[in-house]
């Protein structure tokens, strides 16, 4: 008796509450569905610029080859830190004359900047730590110099001994092999004549800069480091070593996202 006036309460309330969550249901979907912006529920604002970079990002097809945080194709490497990674000239180069099977992308001033401010956004997220590329463990840049000798024949002795002093020297201690050190974030040294002039090489040498120290290296030495440095810039492209698809190690089982620093850390869900 009393039961069915509870019933009719109940249906009174659980009609509007069933309402309620189908509502939630497709407010949700549809914001999954659409996808743009900064997320629900994430306080990482992104720049107008770097949204038009998101969009154009999509739309130029970057993801078919490239996944941020191992979400996306495999044929190029994982963007997700490559602000950090790749200096602004090498990333204007890329685009513009394209590199191995990337193609070039005659994108305007304004579209490259976009594309440039939306990487820094998402390098601000997080850090995804790829797996080192296989075959370059042994001293820095050994298997590179042993891959140009191959291909170019003999080097110049100055070179050689410029590369003898990286790979047996104290570099390897913090820098790596076509890669920034995912800890301490020491540069990718085949691309620091990329952005940096050969004086302003010499001036981190000498000086140190940062938490890089001082080389300790004298002047001939220094010239010779500056001349390996040289070369390998100039190579990069035939000597940095080709990552092979290996659907073995599929990138999302080996990327962790993991804080860039605290602010950024609140920036995640
Ligand atoms: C057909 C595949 C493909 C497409 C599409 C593609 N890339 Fe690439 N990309 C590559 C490959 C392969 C490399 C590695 C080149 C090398 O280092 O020799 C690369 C390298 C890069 C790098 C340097 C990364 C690093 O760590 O050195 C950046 C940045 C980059 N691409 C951005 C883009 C952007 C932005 C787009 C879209 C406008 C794009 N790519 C489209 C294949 C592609
Ligand atoms: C104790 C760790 C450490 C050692 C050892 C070290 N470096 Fe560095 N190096 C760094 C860090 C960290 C940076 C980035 C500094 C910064 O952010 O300002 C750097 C930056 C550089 C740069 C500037 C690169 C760029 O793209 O801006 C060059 C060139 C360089 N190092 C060369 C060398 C050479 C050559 C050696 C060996 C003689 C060496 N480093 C040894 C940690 C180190």
Redesign the pocket.
């Known amino acids: 008796m009393g039961n069915s006036g509870d019933e009719a309460m109940e249906m009174g309330w659980r009609w509007p509450a069933f309402a309620v969550v189908v509502a939630c249901f497709f407010v949700q979907a549809a914001l999954v569905w659409r996808d743009v912006g900064p997320h629900p529920g994430s306080s990482l604002a992104m720049s107008p610029l770097a949204r038009d970079g998101q969009a154009l990002f999509r739309r130029q097809g970057c993801k078919s080859c490239h996944a941020l945080y191992g979400m996306g194709g495999f044929l190029g490497p994982d963007l997700t830190n490559a602000a950090r990674r790749v200096?602004p000239a090498r990333f204007a180069q890329l685009l513009h004359d394209g590199a191995g099977p990337m193609p070039a992308y005659r994108l305007d001033a304004s579209a490259q900047a976009a594309i440039w401010a939306y990487l820094q956004a998402v390098d601000a997220t997080g850090q995804g730590t790829p797996p080192a590329p296989a075959g370059d463990d042994g001293p820095l840049f050994a298997a590179a110099l042993q891959r140009g000798r191959t291909a170019a024949g003999p080097l110049s002795a100055e070179v050689v001994a410029g590369a003898r002093?990286?790979g047996e020297?104290?570099?390897g201690?913090?820098?790596r092999s076509f890669a920034v050190d995912p800890s301490?974030?020491?540069?990718d040294?085949s691309?620091?004549r990329t952005?940096?002039s050969t004086d302003e090489?010499r001036q981190?040498?000498v000086h140190g800069?940062?938490?890089?120290?001082p080389?300790g290296?004298d002047g001939r030495q220094t010239a010779q480091?500056l001349a390996f440095?040289d070369w390998l810039s100039a190579h990069r492209d035939a000597l940095a070593p080709r990552r092979a698809l290996d659907f073995g190690t599929l990138p999302w089982f080996a990327y962790g996202l993991v804080p860039a620093s605290d602010t950024a850390a609140e920036t995640k869900r």
Do not use: N
């Not at 301490?184 to 540069?187: D, F, M, T, V």
């Not at 800069?209 to 120290?213: C, F, N």
């Open positions: 200096p002093l990286v020297g104290s570099c201690g913090c820098h301490l974030r020491a540069p040294l691309l620091a952005h940096l090489l981190v040498l800069r940062g938490l890089m120290p080389s290296l480091v440095l």
